[in-house]
């Protein structure tokens, strides 16, 4: 089946490091991808990471994905203010030519001063 | 502004009565994505056009919805007799399908909160 699941919250302090975790289910997903969502804004695409790839690296944001264990992770180093926010994390189930996106319920994180 | 525009932002309607969402893509995108959001949860895919071509609908999209996107821009979500349990976040996305696997990625709008009385 389709399914993805991720922790509903987190909590870190301003500065430190957050890791969000997330596992799916579908093993012929092409592109894992994690989207943001902040109050009153649209659902907008974070980052992404191909399948065969275990590592992707984007200025603070750093996506593991071990395709072993069908689990993957965002990290945002140096968290700010303005990182607060749902993220989701998304699978296209049935390979690149998929249409569909199946998302998480979502991670709800929250900066401490 | 050139990014996916969903019209109304807010709808609130009694129970019963038919809805109808509007969704324009992005100009150059021939796919266009129907998705739903209820408090608390992750987007759920309901149906997804290919021009003008209805190519997928989700078990989700009851036969009370139905979508249309007759020229192959905009697009349109009917509800009708709308329920309690319609209430939710309507999203449309649209993309720009290209061969050879390539990352296609869905950019979506504000989206339209849907309140059933």
């Known amino acids: 089946g389709e399914d993805v699941e991720q922790s509903l919250f987190l909590s870190v302090r301003e500065g430190d490091s957050s890791v969000i975790n997330c596992t799916y289910t579908?093993?012929?997903?092409?592109?894992l991808y994690w989207y943001k969502q902040e109050p009153g804004a649209g659902l907008q695409l974070l980052t992404y990471?191909?399948?065969?790839?275990d590592m992707k690296q984007d200025q603070r944001l750093t996506v593991l994905l071990n395709k072993k264990d069908k689990h993957l992770s965002l990290r945002i180093a140096d968290t700010q203010t303005g990182d607060s926010a749902i993220y989701f994390c998304?699978?296209?189930?049935?390979?690149?030519?998929?249409?569909?996106?199946?998302f998480g319920s979502g991670t709800r994180l929250s900066i401490r001063p | 502004d050139t990014g996916v525009s969903q019209d109304p932002r807010h709808k609130i309607t009694k129970r019963g009565q038919n809805v109808t969402f509007r969704c324009d893509p992005i100009?150059?995108?021939?796919?266009l994505y129907w998705y739903r959001q209820t408090l608390g949860q992750g987007p759920e895919f309901l149906t997804y056009?290919?021009?003008?071509?209805?190519?997928?609908k989700s078990r989700l999209l009851s036969d009370r919805f139905s979508a249309e996107r007759p020229k192959g821009s905009f697009s349109t979500l009917e509800i009708q007799r709308t329920e309690q349990g319609d209430s939710a976040m309507y999203l449309c996305?649209?993309?720009?399908?290209?061969?050879?696997?390539?990352?296609?990625?869905?950019?979506f709008g504000p989206g339209t909160r849907l309140l059933v009385l």
């Open positions: 100009s150059e995108h021939n796919r």
């Open positions: 579908d093993s012929s997903s092409t592109y």
């Open positions: 996305a649209s993309s720009l399908s290209v061969a050879g696997g390539k990352l296609e990625t869905q950019y």
């Open positions: 990471i191909f399948s065969n790839m």
């Open positions: 998304a699978e296209n189930p049935g390979g690149s030519s998929a249409s569909k996106i199946i």
């Open positions: 056009f290919q021009n003008e071509a209805q190519l997928e």
